[in-house]
Nanobody
Framework: QVQLGESGGGLVQAGDSLRLSCAAS????????WGWFRQAPGKEREFVATSGWTWTGSITYYADSVKGRFTISRDNAKNEVYLQMNTLKPEDTAVYYCAVRENPSSGLYTARGAYDYWGQGTLVTVSS
């Protein structure tokens, strides 16, 4: 049974940094695309970042709202993915979810429906 578990959320001030982690268990995902999404109160879950697999290494893609501030990375040996969040803003406040595709494939995926497994989420609150 596949399980994803996020950690690292918390309450920070604007301008601070946080690092989210997501650990997978039940199988390995070294050649699968990972994604981070977030859902703010009263809003739909939105794409944040993705890490795709290719034969030459991982590739990444970001939502415009976080580009240059957030960095997604992965450790295939640990079966984990991370989201380094710098220069946080109040509008970054949300529950953050990690997700992974079931089947290995190259490419980048930004749609929620592209992902098969999801974590339970971790809350990030940024105060002004």
């Amino acid at each position: 049974q596949v399980q994803l578990g996020e950690s690292g959320g918390g309450l920070v001030q604007a301008g601070d940094s946080l690092r989210l982690s997501c650990a997978a268990s039940g199988r390995t995902f070294s050649r699968n695309a990972w994604g981070w999404f977030r859902q703010a109160p009263g809003k739909e879950r939105e794409f944040v970042a993705t890490s795709g697999w290719t034969w030459t290494g991982s590739i990444t893609y970001y939502a415009d709202s976080v580009k240059g501030r957030f960095t997604i990375s992965r450790d295939n040996a640990k079966n984990e993915v991370y989201l380094q969040m710098n220069t946080l803003k109040p509008e970054d406040t949300a529950v953050y979810y990690c997700a992974v595709r079931e089947n290995p494939s190259s490419g980048l995926y930004t749609a929620r429906g592209a992902y098969d497994y999801w974590g339970q989420g971790t809350l990030v609150t940024v105060s002004s």
